[in-house]
């Protein structure tokens, strides 16, 4: 599966540039009292370890494994993450109005933020850098079907793409389809094999 969207159109040193504008502005704010050192490690350790994609992963597997709460999770999902006891702070900090799509045989569903990079963070973390590429966001609103090949996920033409505007009134995420093969595997077992993409419906999950 591939990392980065493969119609990626900025530069090879995109991250080393990004961190050094990141380091001046953190020592500029320090400088002037704003943030202190530890601002934005806390900032970092929470998405390291309390909001980002094994949340989301947690909630499908839990969907996998109980209809009851699959239908609370697409009929409410800031509701259904309460259930499971997340953090404090899961329905704030980008995630205050939360839905997912549901994958079927019949439709497969994606987001994208068409206007910058929304993106549900408690249940899926920080989106990737290609999330933001203007020409990902133009092109997998416009020709989905291709995109969609690019990243290495083939669909039978009679499968219906929906495509999500995640935005800042509606965090959209997907819920990938469970795979064949995986009904004797325990809850644990199933979310770890979901990934990201496969909450954002650039990729499908393996058995
Ligand atoms: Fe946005």
Redesign the pocket.
């Known amino acids: 599966m591939p990392s980065n969207y493969p119609g990626f159109e900025y530069d090879a040193d995109r991250e080393t540039v990004s961190a050094a504008k990141v380091k001046a502005l953190e020592s500029l704010l320090i400088e002037k009292g704003v943030i202190t050192g530890q601002t934005v490690d806390t900032v970092l350790s929470h998405f390291e370890s309390k909001m980002g994609p094994f949340n989301g992963a947690k909630l499908v597997a839990r969907a996998w494994v109980d209809p009851d709460f699959k239908a609370r999770l697409l009929a409410d999902c800031n509701a259904a993450c309460e259930e499971l006891g997340f953090p404090t702070g899961m329905s704030g900090a980008e995630g205050e109005h939360m839905r997912i799509a549901e994958n079927t045989p019949e439709v497969h569903n994606v987001i994208v933020?068409s206007?910058?990079?929304?993106?549900p963070w408690p249940t899926l973390g920080l989106p990737p850098y290609w999330f933001k590429d203007p020409t990902f966001r133009a092109r997998v609103a416009r020709e989905p079907r291709v995109v969609l090949s690019e990243f290495g996920v083939e669909l039978d033409d009679s499968v219906e793409i929906r495509i999500w505007d995640?935005?800042?009134q509606i965090r959209w995420w997907v819920l990938p389809m469970r795979p064949e093969g995986t009904e004797n595997m325990s809850e644990e077992e199933l979310a770890a094999l979901l990934t990201p993409e496969a909450m954002m419906g650039v990729a499908t999950v393996k058995g």
């Open positions: 933020c206007l910058c990079s929304c993106y995640t935005s800042a």
